[in-house]
Nanobody
Framework: QVQLVESGGGSVQTGGSLKLACAAS????????LAWFRQGPQKGREGVAC???????KYADSVQGRFTISLDNVEKTLYLQINGLSPEDTGMYYC???????????????????????WGQGTQVTVSS
């Protein structure tokens, strides 16, 4: 059974940094792609970054250059390094996993929430001005 557990959220001031972690278990990374999403107050769920099974990454324009997604295969943990935080980054952050079909290239990943099957419970990030 695939399980995802996020941690690392907190309250920071504008300009600060956080490193979110998502402990993953129950699957083989090469068969999946993974992503981070966020949902701010009264906003829809936004895919901020994804990582493919070959390590390729994609980012939303709103976070490009500030967020870095990475995967530690030994620790079986997905990370999201967040720098230059602003109040607009406030929200609940979720990690998600999707099993890659045999027809999906290893370099492919998605930031669309509808593509994902498994979600963590989320970790809250609050940025004050």
């Amino acid at each position: 059974q695939v399980q995802l557990v996020e941690s690392g959220g907190g309250s920071v001031q504008t300009g600060g940094s956080l490193k979110l972690a998502c402990a993953a278990s129950g699957f083989t990374y090469r068969d999946y792609y993974l992503a981070w999403f966020r949902q701010g107050p009264q906003k829809g769920r936004e895919g901020v970054a994804c990582i493919a099974s070959d390590g390729s990454t994609k980012y939303a324009d709103s976070v490009q250059g500030r967020f870095t997604i990475s995967l530690d295969n030994v620790e079986k943990t997905l990370y999201l390094q967040i720098n230059g935080l602003s109040p607009e980054d406030t929200g609940m952050y979720y990690c998600a996993a999707r099993r890659r079909s045999p027809y999906t290239s290893s370099w492919f990943c998605s930031r669309a929430s509808s593509d994902f099957e498994t979600w963590g419970q989320g970790t809250q990030v609050t940025v004050s001005s």
